[in-house]
């Protein structure tokens, strides 16, 4: 008997450093493999990109500013395409300050708001599927989808990755917080979607998506958390977040004669026009066809030793990513078609902002692409939940085998 008992602590202790093991595994190696995709796709390349014309017009407005963070930031919401977006204005005056003129530090500022918005989304889609080698998918292609490629290049597009990563950020919160029915987290979802759209108007549109969540999550829920008032109130932080920009930008800046006016056309036949040309750019044997021809002229141009290291890493971390996840959720049936559900809803609902205006049309092979942000991450989301959904019914493959075709097709739409 004293055996057994001084043996226990002992068996619990070597359990808890499993447990520990475990969750390390768990937290660190997607975003490891995250880091290496973004590293891949745009980290080698990143001190070799300068800046484009607006940016150094943007420069040249603060050029001549004293050094001073206030007088910067004040100096940058004086520009009337910025105050519209005040959380915009904040972020560049600050970066001004810190980075002044040298082009590679946006760029790593921006490498580091997508990196950071990758794994919001695993997290997030991992929640939503119950799947971590779908969500792990999902991240990776939304790192290295072309149509949206300008934010990578263009400090003017910044604000359209960070605007996205806030908004991932707070489709994550929302589903830990209806999972754990905990309020705060609800609320802090709403903030994340308030900064999201005082960065950029990118994802007003997308506040349909709360409601749909809601619903998702609601059809699962236990029997006290069915509540359909509850669920409304839920949605009630979110629609105060839409209406304080739309009065700010259509009510207080105007009043007090500030901001640049943006133009308005509400006409539906516009509207499908713009979203025809986001569905063409983003899902279409033409976007294929330029994902094609983008990989040759990479291969042509051939990786140097340094790249081919980082795919070579990458390619391996998912590869065993996927191996172990396999394993786990052998026993249980993701939640793909919530994954396409949700993808469908933003790749549709993200471009009807940009129907609202005459000057945008969705693009894939210009700078302008950026306005494709939101489309690509809906695009990404249908794309690895009809994966998902594949792989899930393929019962005659063992499932390694599986696991191992999941991770090709991963690398393989990874190369791109």
């Avoid at 705060?184 to 759209?197: E, F, H, N, R, V």
């Avoid at 990458?314 to 396409?340: H, M, P, Q």
């Avoid at 302008?368 to 005659?396: F, K």
Wanted: hydrophobic share 50%; charged share 10%; proline share 4%.
């Amino acid at each position: 008997m004293t055996k057994l008992s001084s043996g226990a602590p002992q068996e619990q202790e070597s359990l808890n450093q499993s447990q520990s093991e475990h969750k390390k595994f768990d937290f660190l190696w997607p975003l490891a493999c995250l880091l290496l995709v973004e590293i891949l796709t745009f980290g080698i390349h990143a001190k070799d990109i300068g800046a484009a014309q607006d940016d150094w017009m943007s420069f040249g407005q603060l050029h001549f500013i004293p050094h001073s963070w206030l007088k910067i930031v004040s100096a940058t919401f004086s520009d009337e395409r910025v105050i519209v977006r005040p959380l915009q204005a904040l972020h560049f005056g600050s970066l001004y300050f810190l980075a002044g003129e040298r082009p590679a530090i946006y760029h790593i500022f921006c490498c580091i708001a997508e990196l950071i918005g990758g794994w919001f989304l695993f997290l997030a889609v991992s929640r939503l599927s119950r799947n971590r080698a779908v969500a792990l998918a999902a991240a990776v292609l939304f790192l290295v989808y072309p149509t949206h490629d300008a934010t990578h290049y263009s400090i003017f597009a910044t604000p359209f990755a960070i605007s996205a990563s806030l908004f991932a950020l707070s489709m994550w919160l929302f589903l830990k917080g209806l999972d754990e029915e905990r309020k705060p987290l609800i609320l802090a979802s709403a903030l994340a979607y308030l900064c999201s759209i005082y960065e950029n108007e990118l994802t007003l549109p997308l506040i349909v998506l709360y409601p749909v969540l809601s619903l998702l999550n609601f059809r699962n829920a236990q029997k006290q958390s069915r509540n359909l008032r509850t669920l409304a109130l839920t949605q009630l932080p979110f629609m105060l977040a839409a209406t304080s920009i739309i009065l700010y930008r259509s009510w207080l800046l105007p009043n007090m004669h500030l901001g640049w006016h943006y133009s308005t056309v509400f006409s539906l036949p516009h509207i499908a026009a713009v979203i025809g040309a986001g569905l063409n750019v983003s899902l279409s044997p033409y976007m294929l066809s330029f994902c094609a021809s983008m990989a040759g002229d990479g291969l042509k141009e051939g990786l140097s030793i340094l790249g081919c290291l980082c795919f070579f890493t990458a390619a391996c971390s998912i590869l065993i990513f996927v191996f172990k996840e396999a394993r786990n959720s052998a026993s249980t049936r993701s939640n793909n078609f919530a994954v396409i559900l949700v993808g469908a809803i933003i790749l549709l609902s993200s471009y009807t902002i940009f129907g609202l205006s005459p000057e945008h049309m969705p693009v894939i092979d210009a700078w302008l692409n950026r306005i494709n942000e939101g489309g690509s991450l809906g695009a990404c989301l249908i794309i690895t939940g009809l994966l998902g959904l594949l792989l899930d019914h393929v019962r005659a493959i063992a499932q390694p085998l599986r696991a191992m075709a999941f991770a090709l097709l991963v690398s393989a739409l990874a190369s791109f």
